[in-house]
């Protein structure tokens, strides 16, 4: 067994999901990168993990973003996984405009922006099998209407994985990983809003399953079972019918 020490990048780690993956992979030996826009969180972060090695303030919607990226997977050395949590999203039957424009610039344009930049990375190093991980949701699975933007830019996430996937093959890749996560309910900042979210899970236990799929290759991580079967019932539902349906957790 190769003794080689991993590194990895976490994009999202002040919080939730992201901040329990830097914990989980920093206790399997991981060195890890942080980063996302909270200086002094990111900084606390790094007070607690003795294999977080480096870090880098970010904001994914802002054009600098790529070069600080690769600036940061340069001080660890290189990279064997890039995993991004980040994203925001809201409830908005109210429809919002300003709230489903900034879910995209964040999920959907700030994401490809990184993605590509982490993709052009790896491309040019055949050299260093490593994965690209990111965070998409349930949500993805049919068109939620008290989240538009969010239902929708989680699709997107999930739909642009699999076209990398693809690409990977056109373009002889083959040192690349994909990895689409897609996690029910989770309890973190993000659905703290005062709604009610059923069948929540624990972000700790979640952040384990993330990293297990990924160290066996999964190319999909669906989490948990009882979410697993809760999409393959929603797949089960005609358009006709799914859009009669009231499904909402939003208090008014
Ligand atoms: N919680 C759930 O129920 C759930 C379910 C399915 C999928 N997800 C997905 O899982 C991912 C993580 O969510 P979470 O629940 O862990 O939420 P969270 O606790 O709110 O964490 C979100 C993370 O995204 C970062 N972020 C937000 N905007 C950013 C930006 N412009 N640039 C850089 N970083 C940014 C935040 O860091 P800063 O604030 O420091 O920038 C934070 O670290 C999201 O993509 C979310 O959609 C969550």
Redesign the pocket.
Known sequence: MSTKIKRAIV??????????VVRELARQGWQVGI????DD??RDVMAEEHQVTAMQ??????DD?PELLLQLIERIGGIDLYF??????YQNTALDTGKELATV???AL?FTRMVDAVFHYLAERPERPAGIA??????RTKGLGAAPA?SAT?RY?SHYMECLSQLCRIRHLSHIRLHD???????????ADGNG?PM??D?QRVARSIVRGIGRGRSVITIDWRYRLLVAGWRLIPRWLWVRLPISTEKK
């Open positions: 994009m999202g780690a002040t919080s939730g999901i992201g901040r329990e980063t996302g826009r909270r969180v990111l303030r970010i904001d994914i919607t802002h973003a991004h949590s980040s994203g925001i999203g610039e964040t999920n700030g990111v965070i998409s949701s349930i949500a969010y989680k996430v996560i897609r996690p029910g309910f989770v309890r973190t900042p993000l659905i979210y929540q899970l972000p």
